[in-house]
């Protein structure tokens, strides 16, 4: 597409190793300083374990064009056609600039020597860079991890950016699908053991649900084992799918292998034991009915690494492995394993990746302390994938005094770290096979798509949560996600019935806090439906104080809280807990909704230009949310940015073609006549009608 078909290199199953520009042989023999990954949510480190990541999406989006084409060059213009095709050239042109400069100040000076801008094209190329999605050429002819990798959709986190960015993901995901299914089904037509051969067609089948031969393959491994039952469920389940993609009916050899296995007579299967989630999830541990205690997390006492404070910085190690432990513990649907309890084993380094230790996740880090100051290294690490480290941040702070310094560092690194493992959670529950379905595994697969609030994923989310309290009618979680979804449906606009949706989005809100007034996270969603759309934030205001002192970590709830203030008129208020939101967890999936919620107290203080930097920011980070552009349209209105303005006017009505003054206002929950006025006002001199 535009061109980079010819640029990019393929993913041939056969090549070992690529030319640089600079005429030098890149394989699997260098050592890797830069790590970048584009399958799953976008990540970078290096050497050194740091991690860093350009905060706009746009710009991440072109270091993953540029490093999915290294090492050849893009044109520029290029670029600006899959990232910025809806605006004015000159315009273009300078946010392209925008996002060179953000990734040279992200990613520092080493970038340097594999950042190369040139007047027309620019590249991304040099030794000791590795990219995950063109790893699997290089992988050995025989390694299924290599497929495994593939099971995250690429850059899962950046679809929305512009159409024509969308078309090109489309066309990437569609190649390197290919790609992996040819390289996996090599490995698995030598495979002679059926379990190994099973849980590689497993992997196969989180890219391609539909795939005829891997699921033949699955009923000759059941049918070796003797398992005709399992058998004949992998046969409907095959058929299932393919219905549902729109694929061909099954082929006579696939029913002939059904007849020579025996399978095709036994007790009806049940019709749950055939749903199949969006890409197939395998069951780990059992899950509560209302998705508690989903994952085990280990805390460890972090390691000390200052010979010449140990006891003071011990000190330190313990306490916040503990207030961890506590804080964590919070979460409904996280289990803690105490981090005294790891004390013992934290203390034997060789022990690591921790073998033998019962939980998904590990949470340790290391404290580093020079005179005062004091420097904290967190990480994640995902005992299911090979202990592999899936979050990493670093803290700087002055180490003065230790007690402040403790729940200072409780609250940010479990605001950031719980968001973490509720999306990685809800990814690996969409990309591994099933053989049955909870009502918390669909509330999981269904959360990504809420957050993104893309309109065809977002529909399917609903009947995700749909089945979910068809499968459990008591599940708080299901309810109070159900809620959420119906509020983001009406003030996107997209609800054929807004009153229907309205009244069906306060009951299931209502039903969640019945079922679970002790649940945080139940409560604050509860809170915003009832003040957004019932238009009722004094009593939503409640809610959300109820959820901060239940999870005073739950950033959400500070974020829910300071909109139900500006609804009030609190803009000062207001503007304390957006803050807080964005400061506890400033990667947080819900980045955009915080930033929205600066924009809001902003706009109505009269501080335009401010509102307008947030704003750009919450549109950047989710063009598709409506409800940021209306706040930032306002602001431009009313500073008289005419063409600015003109831009997201466009964008706006590109979400809600039908949206006016009198209709955004009447959709709006603030309270006070005065900032109605300036909210509609600001509107009016952008040039809505």
Not at 342 to 360: C, E, F, K, V, Y
Not at 363 to 392: C, F, H, K, P
Not at 408 to 425: D, K, S
Not at 473 to 481: D, E, G, K, L, R
């Amino acid at each position: 597409m535009l061109g980079l078909a010819n640029q990019r290199r393929g993913l041939s199953v056969t090549q070992v190793g690529t030319t640089r520009q600079d005429g030098l042989q890149r394989g699997p023999a260098e050592s890797p300083v830069f790590r970048l990954r584009l399958m799953g949510h976008m990540a970078i480190d290096d050497s050194l374990g740091r991690v860093s990541l350009p905060r706009t999406r746009k710009a991440r989006a072109v270091l993953a064009i540029l490093a999915m084409a290294s090492p050849h060059p893009v044109l520029r213009l290029n670029l600006i056609a899959l990232l910025w095709s809806q605006r004015q050239k000159e315009q273009a042109q300078a946010s392209l600039r925008q996002a060179l400069h953000e990734l040279q100040d992200v990613l520092g000076p080493t970038w340097g020597r594999l950042l190369h801008a040139e007047r027309h094209h620019l590249s991304l190329y040099g030794g000791g860079l590795s990219v995950d999605a063109l790893n699997l050429h290089i992988a050995s002819p025989r390694d299924a991890a290599a497929v495994r990798q593939f099971q995250d959709p690429l850059l899962e986190d950046l679809a929305g950016l512009d159409p024509a960015f969308d078309r090109w993901l489309t066309i990437e995901r569609e190649r390197m699908n290919r790609a992996a299914l040819v390289w996996g089904e090599s490995i698995l037509s030598d495979q002679k053991d059926p379990d190994a051969a099973l849980a590689l067609a497993e992997q196969l089948l989180t890219i391609d649900r539909g795939h005829e031969g891997v699921w033949r393959t699955v009923m000759r491994c059941y049918g070796d084992l003797g398992d005709r039952q399992s058998a004949r469920l992998a046969f409907e389940r095959c058929r299932a799918a393919r219905a549902e993609l729109g694929y061909p009916a099954l082929s006579p050899e696939t029913d002939e292998l059904m007849v020579r296995i025996g399978g095709t007579e036994g007790p009806p299967i049940a019709a749950e034991a055939l749903v199949l989630p969006p890409r197939g999830a395998h069951r780990g541990a059992p899950r509560g009915t209302q998705g508690r205690a989903t994952i085990r997390v280990g805390i460890l006492p972090l390691r000390t690494v200052d010979p010449n404070h140990p006891g003071h910085a011990d000190g330190l190690a313990l306490g916040l492995a503990e207030e961890l432990t506590t804080s964590l513990a919070r979460f409904r649907w996280i289990s803690c394993v105490s981090g005294s309890s790891l004390t013992a084993i934290s203390a034997d380094a060789a022990s690591r990746p921790w073998n033998g230790i019962d939980a998904d996740f590990m949470l340790d880090g290391t404290i580093q302390r020079v005179g005062r100051n004091i420097r904290i290294l967190m990480r994640i690490v995902d005992m299911r994938s090979g202990a592999e480290v899936v979050w990493a941040r670093r803290f700087d702070r002055d180490g003065t005094d230790t007690l402040a310094l403790q729940d200072e560092l409780t609250a940010e690194i479990v605001a950031q770290v719980e968001p973490e493992l509720l999306m990685r959670e809800a990814r690996r529950d969409t990309q591994r096979p099933v053989r049955t379905v909870s009502a918390s595994d669909l509330v999981l697969q269904a959360i990504p798509a809420i957050y993104r609030v893309d309109r065809d994923g977002y529909n399917a989310a609903g009947a995700m949560l749909e089945q979910a309290l068809a499968l459990d009618p008591n599940h708080a979680s299901a309810h109070a996600w159900f809620a959420y979804w119906h509020l983001f449906l009406v003030g996107q606009g997209w609800a054929d019935d807004p009153d229907a949706s309205t009244r069906r989005s306060e009951m299931l809100a209502q039903r969640a806090v019945t079922l679970d007034p002790s649940d945080a996270r139940g409560l604050t969603l509860a809170g915003h439906v009832r003040a957004f759309l019932a238009k009722r934030p004094r009593e939503a205001c409640l809610l959300h104080d109820r959820a901060i002192a239940l999870n005073p970590n739950l950033a959400l709830a500070w974020a829910f809280s300071s909109l139900a203030l500006s609804y009030l008129g609190r803009h000062e208020d207001a503007l304390i807990r957006a803050r807080q939101a964005s400061r506890m967890s400033p990667s947080d999936p819900h980045s955009f909704f915080f930033d929205n919620a600066l924009t809001i107290p902003h706009l109505l203080l009269g501080d335009y230009e401010k509102a307008v930097e947030f704003g750009r920011r919450a549109v950047e980070l989710n063009p598709g949310f409506s409800s940021s552009y209306k706040v930032y349209l306002s602001a431009l209105g009313h500073l008289g940015s005419a063409k600015e303005a003109t831009n997201v006017r466009a964008r706006l009505l590109a979400l809600e073609p039908d949206l006016t003054v009198d209709g955004a206002v009447a959709r709006s929950p603030l309270t006070l006549p005065e900032d109605l006025a300036r909210y509609a006002e600001g509107l009016r001199r952008a040039g809505m009608r």
